[in-house]
T-cell receptor
Framework: RKEVEQDPGPFNVPEGATVAFNCTYS??????FFWYRQDCRKEPKLLMS???SGNEDGRFTAQLNRASQYISLLIRDSKLSDSATYLC???????????FGTGTQLKVEL | NAGVTQTPKFQVLKTGQSMTLQCAQD?????MSWYRQDPGMGLRLIHY???????DQGEVPNGYNVSRSTTEDFPLRLLSAAPSQTSVYFC??????????FGPGTRLLVL
């Protein structure tokens, strides 16, 4: 079993739609959680950290469920510019050694 | 402030050749790391460094060497290239927080 698992997609949604991605992690000792965004043939960039209480950044909402070991990302009012691959990332602790999921591809269409 | 830079952007090697992928950062970050990204595999950690003079192995270190003589630079050496090392290589750095800043990547093809 992969340490961090994501549905690869692609998720094809119309502009303005709400879309949600889930991610599960296997190590219950994991301490920090993140969503990174990666555009085609570009480097990953931090989208947002994920906090236990849930957090929101504009149209993006991240949730963490430690009991079930999953992380979610909700994107409201999707824009064409949201088209990218979204990487679920977990830090097991003991430094900055991150474990990346394989990513979920989002395509927002007119 | 250039952030994290990597050279070259593209490289084609023959099996058995050696080369060094360069990585530099100008943010005075202590932590630097190298990842490779392959289809369906996600990013996998090759080597990392928590400061000048200190390096350690990640998940997939075989066939690669690193050194960290300065805070700014963290080169990755391929000792004897193999087709299995065809990949996209990303260097990243982070400071006191956990956010990792990635370079633009090096696309390597080993024939």
């Amino acid at each position: 079993r992969k340490e961090v698992e994501q549905d690869p997609g692609p998720f094809n949604v119309p502009e303005g739609a709400t879309v949600a991605f889930n991610c599960t992690y296997s190590n219950s000792a994991s301490q920090s959680f993140f969503w990174y965004r990666q555009d085609c043939r570009k480097e990953p960039k931090l989208l947002m950290s994920v906090y236990s209480s849930g957090n929101e950044d504009g149209r993006f909402t991240a949730q963490l469920n430690r009991a079930s070991q999953y992380i979610s990302l909700l994107i409201r009012d999707s824009k064409l510019s949201d088209s990218a691959t979204y990487l679920c990332v977990v830090n097991r602790g003991g430094g900055n050694k991150l474990t990346f999921g394989t990513g979920t591809q989002l395509k927002v269409e007119l | 402030n250039a952030g994290v830079t990597q050279t070259p952007k593209f490289q084609v090697l023959k099996t058995g050749q050696s080369m060094t992928l360069q990585c530099a950062q100008d943010m005075n970050h202590e932590y630097m790391s190298w990842y490779r990204q392959d289809p369906g595999m996600g990013l996998r950690l090759i080597h990392y460094s928590v400061g000048a003079g200190i390096t350690d192995q990640g998940e997939v270190p075989n066939g690669y060497n690193v050194s960290r003589s300065t805070t700014e630079d963290f080169p990755l050496r391929l000792l004897s290239a193999a087709p299995s090392q065809t990949s996209v290589y990303f260097c990243a750095s982070s400071g006191s927080g956990e956010t990792q800043y990635f370079g633009p990547g090096t696309r390597l093809l080993v024939l």
